[in-house]
């Protein structure tokens, strides 16, 4: 898919595997992230989130800065307050993104809504463009 160019939203194990085919290293937490009311901090807009975990491993990835891969560039998106671990990526080249949260927890927070309509952008510019 990312060779291809086709969209993809990563969340939870998906965004650990899309770190993975970026080319970074998964490690286990010292204490998994669970339950809600986890804040993260979207790093383009710096607005919080109050956000849902249920995940015992992380992406290492650079959190300052722009990286490099074979997908093209991108950068960390979204940080856990409670202990700066990569929360999302983003690729700026490829239409490609992930959470290692859960946005679509229906009895949690909302505030990650946002991320189904960037999406949707997404598919429609890819639809648009095809």
């Known amino acids: ?8 939203f990563g969340i939870c194990f998906g965004h650990q595997i899309i770190g993975r085919a970026l080319g970074f290293d998964t490690y286990k937490l010292p204490f998994g992230h669970r339950g809600i009311n986890q ?5 383009k807009t710096s607005q919080v989130e109050i956000t849902a975990h249920n ?6 990835a650079p959190i300052e800065g722009n990286f490099t891969t074979v997908y093209g560039a991108g950068y960390v998106s979204h940080i856990c307050l409670n202990d700066n671990v990569v929360e999302g990526l983003e690729l700026l080249e490829t239409p490609c993104f992930s959470v290692q949260y ?3 927890a229906a009895a949690g927070p909302h505030d990650a809504n946002y991320l189904f309509d960037h999406f ?3 598919m429609e510019k890819v ?3 095809a």
């Open 55 to 60: 995940h015992g491993f992380a992406v290492s």
């Open 39 to 43: 804040p993260v901090k979207n790093l």
């Open 127 to 129: 639809k648009t463009n």
């Open 102 to 104: 859960h946005p679509e």
């Open 120 to 122: 949707v952008e997404l």
């Open 1 to 8: 898919f990312l060779s291809e160019k086709k969209p993809v």
